[in-house]
């Protein structure tokens, strides 16, 4: 099975900055896709930042500027460094990974449990 384990949540101050961390265990062959995204009380689940295998980078305009998603290949992790955080950012981030767990496989969608993010004073 696979896992995806998120880290680096917690409360912050308005203009302050929060590091999350993805670590994908388990029987993986590749990894497509790697992404976070995010969900507000009563709000769809939305794509904050996604990066692929060869490093390209897709960004919710939003967070654009501010945010920053990078990946080790070797180590099956992700990454989301957010600056100038906003009482808006607040949500649940969750990372998500598509990835193959063989050779010959399709590649599917897996999900972490999510971490905790508030911005507040």
């Known amino acids: 099975q696979v896992q995806l384990v998120e880290s680096g949540g917690g409360l912050v101050q308005p203009g302050g900055s929060l590091r999350l961390s993805c670590a994908a265990s388990?029987?993986?062959?590749?990894?497509?896709?790697m992404a976070w995204y995010r969900q507000a009380p009563g709000q769809e689940r939305e794509l904050v930042a996604r990066i692929s295998s060869g490093g390209s980078t897709y960004y919710l305009d939003s967070v654009k500027g501010r945010f920053t998603i990078s990946r080790d290949n070797a180590k099956n992790t992700a990454h989301l460094q957010m600056n100038s955080l906003k009482a808006e950012d607040t949500a649940v981030y969750l990372c998500?990974?598509?990835?193959?767990?063989?050779?010959?496989?399709?590649?599917?969608?897996?999900w972490g449990q999510g971490t905790q993010v508030t911005v507040s004073s």
């Open positions: 388990g029987r993986i062959f590749r990894i497509n896709t």
């Open positions: 998500n990974a598509v990835l193959s767990q063989h050779r010959n496989d399709f590649a599917a969608n897996y």
